[in-house]
């Protein structure tokens, strides 16, 4: 199967590039707006306007450093991560301040106690990759001839900077220095140079030197966000991201039984106020709710519209500067912390019971939620306004036609009419940043993902699982490849009495494949079910079926268990609709031909072909996999007797 994760992660299109699309090479002539480029076929001559986030760069003919897979996120040590985030935050500043000097790269290089001529490599790695990965050290480990500080002198410097200089007494680096070299005559050991001192006095955040010294109000005015207002100055530089739970009774696709409620994940992009992402599911929100909104934010969005039959432009994708994201337990995990250091977006964590904080996101649930009241099987916002409306009687809609309606929504409404704050729509406000104005320059074109399909997998849930000679195991199922072969039964390379475990990532959507990283060619290869007859199913699925089989009492629950139950689930649900059309068509007949026929469905536009649960490349889909059948309180869910669509109650 064809590995991910060998070209560049984002690019940028300009006039004079070379590109390709559908294996046809192309150069760049014009820019004519945010998401199209006129460009002259290099073969033919003809020009022609192409869609920008289809554009590829075309290859070189010579290596570049870029076509050198990175390894994944998670595989960095914490301290070669910590030292790529340190070098990011050393030329932070110079990658703020587009007119920087020779002066002000040399002060902060001062600071980071490197020679000029450092930084600005850094500077020059981090702005043709535009991944931190890329400031971690090539070789791990110290140089040839270093000499490591013994564990009683780095106990001694610690509780020194700890005890001594980290105090409201504000002691110089001298002074800690004399404090140290105090210490370590009395512990007859030879101290350390005064260098390597300073260079672990200058290792501490500066926001902790601040609060630990005495001075917490400078740190909160230095390093805190402004709660009023976010300096957003150009599109994508703040992105803030929430969940609600959507005010509508869903039903599923077949028997459109109510199911219950939605949770909704959305980004706003605050300096234009266009929705940069989504995310539904009936899960509650959790960290891959937040990544797989992230990415799909990140990613171009033409695929994604095509797939569920929307018309209209949706311009928005590129690098995220900052991200805020609620500061509660389950959205944080390492997938989500590494994925978004890797793509050099801030993330700011939100504090609790801080509503201000979220205001601009805050206030577009608000607008959503409103459209949502309009429309069949409704909650409204509190009881007093659905008093006198059955909200699961009148339910009509599945998930993936809700995903729908909020996403032409946003697309051919929200993005179109003017918005109270900002004065204009949303887009003309993002194509401004982007292109500029007769006030303000544009930022450019936003760069693209070279692999969005990459892009998706480093924000997936991960897991490390051993390779068995069937292949690997995740929740009972078991994945194969031929390209487990040669790691299967591997021993740790320090303990052969330890089974190796590798890194694996999945989609919480479709977990008919995993992603195994291949530490040889450091590529993601998908591996599919070991019984490829098996049929694709969600996580959700999955664990509805664990769980069902736990409620039976069922301990001893392998794969088979677990297909057999999902097959015979399957095959009533089949049995179940041709009843239930066998029923309406007799009681059609049974009717008088004067009587009107039923209405259809509020909102049935939805593409039933369309598969919101499949990762294509290029667009991120938003939704996972909906239940198909509701969850009655009974033994057997399938064993009742299935009623005409006349006769449930239910107003189309």
Same mark, same amino acid.
């Given at each position: 199967?064809?590995?991910?994760?060998?070209?560049?992660?984002?690019?940028?299109?300009?006039?004079?590039?070379?590109?390709?699309?559908?294996?046809?090479?192309?150069? *760049?002539?014009?820019?004519?707006? *945010?998401?199209?480029?006129?460009?002259?076929?290099?073969?033919?001559?003809?020009?022609?306007?192409?869609?920008?986030?289809?554009?590829?760069?075309?290859?070189?003919?010579?290596?570049?450093?870029?076509?050198?897979? &990175?390894?994944?996120?998670?595989?960095?040590?914490?301290?070669?991560?910590?030292?790529?985030?340190?070098?990011?935050? !050393?030329?932070?500043?110079?990658?703020?301040?587009?007119?920087?000097? /020779?002066?002000?790269?040399?002060?902060? !290089?001062?600071?980071?106690?490197?020679?000029?001529?450092?930084?600005?490599?850094?500077?020059?790695?981090?702005?043709?990759?535009? #991944?931190?990965?890329?400031?971690?050290?090539?070789?791990?480990?110290?140089?040839?001839?270093?000499?490591?500080?013994? &564990?009683?002198?780095?106990?001694?410097?610690?509780?020194?900077?700890?005890?001594?200089?980290?105090? =409201?007494?504000? /002691?110089?680096?001298?002074?800690?220095? @004399?404090?140290?070299?105090?210490?370590?005559?009395?512990?007859?050991?030879?101290?350390?140079?005064?260098?390597?001192?300073? #260079?672990?006095? /200058?290792?501490?955040?500066?926001?902790?030197?601040?609060?630990?010294?005495?001075?917490?109000?400078?740190?909160?005015?230095?390093?805190?966000?402004?709660?009023?207002?976010?300096?957003?100055?150009?599109?994508?530089?703040?992105?803030?991201?929430?969940?609600?739970? *959507?005010?509508?009774?869903?039903?599923?696709?077949?028997?459109?039984?109510? %199911?219950?409620?939605?949770?909704?994940?959305?980004?706003?992009?605050?300096?234009?106020?266009?929705?940069?992402?989504?995310?539904?599911?009936?899960?509650?929100? #959790?960290? +891959?709710?937040?990544?797989?909104?992230?990415?799909?934010?990140?990613? $171009?969005?033409?695929?994604?519209?095509?797939?569920?039959?929307?018309?209209?432009?949706?311009?928005?994708?590129?690098?995220?500067?900052?991200?805020?994201?609620?500061?509660?337990?389950?959205?944080?995990?390492?997938?989500?912390?590494?994925?978004?250091?890797?793509?050099? %977006?801030?993330?700011?964590?939100?504090? $609790?019971?801080?509503?201000?904080?979220?205001?601009?996101?805050?206030?577009?649930?608000?607008?959503?939620?409103?459209?949502?009241?309009?429309?069949?099987?409704?909650?409204?916002?509190?009881?007093?306004?659905?008093?006198?409306?059955?909200?699961?009687?009148?339910?009509?809609?599945?998930?993936?036609?809700?995903?729908?309606?909020?996403?032409?929504?946003?697309?051919?409404?929200?993005?179109?009419?003017?918005?109270?704050?900002?004065?204009?729509?949303?887009? =003309? =406000?993002?194509?401004?940043?982007?292109?500029?104005?007769?006030?303000?320059?544009?930022?450019?074109?936003?760069?693209? &993902?070279?692999?969005?399909?990459?892009?998706?997998?480093?924000?997936?849930?991960?897991?490390?699982?051993?390779?068995?000679?069937?292949?690997?195991?995740?929740?009972?199922?078991?994945?194969?490849?031929?390209?487990?072969?040669?790691?299967?039964?591997?021993?740790?390379?320090?303990?052969?009495? @330890?089974?190796?475990?590798?890194?694996?990532?999945?989609?919480?959507?479709?977990?008919?494949?995993?992603?195994?990283?291949? $530490?040889?060619?450091?590529?993601? *290869?998908?591996? &599919?079910?070991?019984?490829?007859?098996?049929? +694709?199913?969600?996580?959700?699925?999955? #664990? @509805?079926?664990?769980?069902?089989?736990?409620?039976?009492?069922?301990?001893?629950?392998?794969?088979?268990?677990?297909?057999? /139950?999902?097959?015979?689930?399957?095959?009533?649900?089949?049995?179940?609709?041709? =009843?239930?059309?066998?029923?309406?068509?007799?009681?059609?007949?049974?009717?008088?031909?004067?009587?009107?026929?039923?209405?259809?469905?509020?909102?049935?536009?939805?593409?039933?072909?369309?598969?919101?649960?499949?990762?294509?490349?290029?667009?991120?889909?938003?939704?996972?996999?909906?239940?198909?059948?509701?969850?009655?309180?009974?033994?057997?869910?399938?064993?009742?007797?299935?009623?005409?669509?006349?006769?449930?109650?239910?107003?189309?």
């Amino acid at each position: 199967m064809s590995a991910t994760g060998i070209a560049p992660q984002f690019f940028a299109i300009d006039v004079n590039s070379v590109v390709t699309l559908e294996d046809k090479r192309y150069r *760049v002539t014009h820019l004519i707006s *945010v998401d199209t480029a006129l460009a002259v076929d290099l073969e033919s001559g003809e020009s022609s306007r192409l869609p920008i986030e289809l554009l590829r760069l075309a290859a070189t003919t010579k290596d570049s450093p870029q076509s050198k897979p &990175p390894r994944d996120l998670t595989l960095y040590s914490a301290e070669e991560w910590k030292e790529g985030q340190r070098r990011l935050q !050393a030329i932070k500043g110079l990658l703020e301040n587009p007119k920087r000097t /020779r002066e002000d790269a040399q002060k902060m !290089a001062e600071a980071a106690g490197v020679h000029v001529a450092t930084l600005y490599r850094w500077l020059a790695e981090f702005v043709r990759t535009g #991944n931190v990965s890329s400031l971690v050290p090539a070789t791990r480990g110290r140089k040839s001839g270093t000499r490591l500080l013994t &564990p009683e002198l780095e106990a001694i410097m610690d509780s020194v900077i700890e005890e001594f200089y980290l105090h =409201k007494q504000r /002691r110089t680096p001298d002074e800690v220095i @004399e404090e140290v070299e105090s210490r370590c005559r009395l512990a007859k050991v030879a101290p350390p140079h005064p260098n390597t001192i300073r #260079n672990r006095i /200058r290792r501490v955040p500066e926001i902790v030197k601040l609060k630990r010294r005495g001075q917490r109000e400078e740190a909160r005015n230095r390093f805190s966000p402004i709660q009023s207002s976010f300096d957003a100055l150009h599109p994508f530089s703040v992105v803030m991201i929430d969940h609600t739970p *959507v005010d509508i009774i869903l039903v599923d696709e077949v028997f459109r039984q109510p %199911i219950g409620r939605p949770y909704l994940t959305l980004a706003i992009d605050v300096f234009s106020r266009m929705v940069a992402g989504l995310y539904l599911s009936f899960d509650p929100p #959790n960290s +891959a709710s937040v990544s797989l909104c992230l990415a799909n934010a990140m990613c $171009p969005k033409r695929d994604y519209l095509a797939t569920l039959g929307i018309p209209g432009s949706w311009p928005v994708w590129g690098k995220i500067a900052t991200v805020h994201v609620d500061n509660a337990k389950e959205f944080q995990s390492i997938a989500l912390e590494r994925g978004a250091q890797q793509h050099g %977006i801030d993330l700011q964590w939100r504090p $609790p019971a801080t509503p201000n904080y979220g205001g601009h996101i805050e206030r577009l649930m608000g607008t959503t939620m409103r459209e949502v009241h309009k429309w069949p099987g409704t909650t409204f916002s509190n009881p007093q306004k659905r008093k006198g409306y059955d909200s699961e009687a009148e339910s009509a809609m599945t998930l993936l036609e809700l995903e729908v309606e909020l996403v032409d929504f946003f697309v051919n409404k929200y993005h179109l009419r003017p918005h109270k704050s900002i004065g204009v729509p949303p887009i =003309k =406000k993002w194509e401004r940043g982007i292109t500029g104005s007769d006030d303000e320059p544009g930022v450019g074109l936003m760069p693209i &993902p070279g692999d969005p399909v990459r892009l998706q997998i480093d924000f997936m849930p991960l897991s490390t699982r051993t390779i068995q000679r069937y292949g690997i195991q995740w929740d009972k199922i078991t994945y194969y490849d031929p390209v487990l072969d040669s790691y299967i039964n591997a021993c740790e390379p320090d303990d052969e009495d @330890e089974k190796q475990k590798y890194l694996v990532r999945r989609d919480p959507r479709d977990i008919s494949k995993i992603y195994f990283y291949d $530490p040889k060619s450091s590529l993601y *290869v998908p591996l &599919p079910y070991r019984n490829i007859g098996y049929p +694709a199913m969600s996580l959700y699925e999955l #664990n @509805e079926i664990r769980k069902r089989l736990a409620d039976e009492g069922i301990r001893d629950v392998d794969e088979s268990l677990i297909f057999e /139950r999902l097959e015979r689930h399957r095959r009533r649900v089949a049995e179940a609709v041709m =009843k239930s059309k066998t029923a309406r068509r007799a009681q059609a007949r049974s009717h008088s031909s004067a009587k009107a026929a039923p209405k259809q469905p509020a909102i049935s536009r939805a593409p039933t072909t369309a598969s919101a649960n499949k990762l294509v490349t290029g667009s991120v889909p938003a939704t996972v996999t909906t239940p198909t059948s509701a969850r009655p309180e009974v033994d057997d869910i399938f064993a009742q007797q299935i009623k005409p669509f006349e006769e449930l109650g239910m107003r189309r």
